[in-house]
C-alpha cells in the first residue's frame, strides 16, 4: 500500500502559474500509475492527469490539456502537476492517486485509481 501526500497549493491570479507535489512512501514508487485529480464545491472529482510508471505515456482532461504538465521522479517518490495559463474554472481541491499496474506504458482511465492522498486546495482568483 502507498501513503500520499500533496502539497503546494494556494492562491494564484487567473494566467499565473502553480506547482502541486506529491510524495509517496514506500520504496516500490515505481510499480505505480500516478495521477492528479481535482473537485471544486458542487461538482464530482474528476480526472486531471495521468502518467506511467516511468512517465513514458501520459493522459489529460481535455480542460487543462496543453496548460497542465504532469512529471514524476521515482528517486524521490515524487509526482508535480505543472498547472499554467490558470483560470478561475481550476479553482478546486486537487488529489493525487496512485494505482498499482503490471505494464509500464499504461495510464488508468479516470475510474481505476486506488489509493487517494488527502487535498490540497487550488484558488485562482483576482
Known amino acids: 500500500q502507498v501513503q500520499l501526500v500533496a502539497s503546494g497549493g494556494g492562491l494564484v491570479q487567473p494566467g499565473g502559474s502553480l506547482r502541486l507535489s506529491c510524495a509517496a512512501s514506500?520504496?516500490?514508487?515505481?510499480?505505480?500509475?500516478m495521477g492528479w485529480f481535482r473537485q471544486a464545491p458542487g461538482k464530482e472529482r474528476e480526472f486531471v492527469a495521468g502518467?506511467?510508471?516511468?512517465?513514458?505515456?501520459?493522459r489529460y482532461a481535455d480542460s487543462v490539456k496543453g496548460r497542465f504538465t504532469i512529471s514524476r521522479d521515482n528517486a524521490k517518490n515524487t509526482v508535480d502537476l505543472l498547472m499554467n495559463s490558470l483560470k478561475p474554472e481550476d479553482t478546486a481541491v486537487y488529489y493525487c492517486a496512485a494505482r498499482e499496474v503490471g505494464s509500464t506504458s499504461y495510464v488508468p482511465g479516470a475510474y481505476e485509481w486506488k489509493y487517494w492522498g488527502q487535498g490540497t486546495q487550488v484558488t485562482v482568483s483576482s
Open positions: 514506500g520504496r516500490t514508487f515505481s510499480s505505480y500509475a
Open positions: 502518467l506511467s510508471r516511468y512517465g513514458r505515456n501520459t
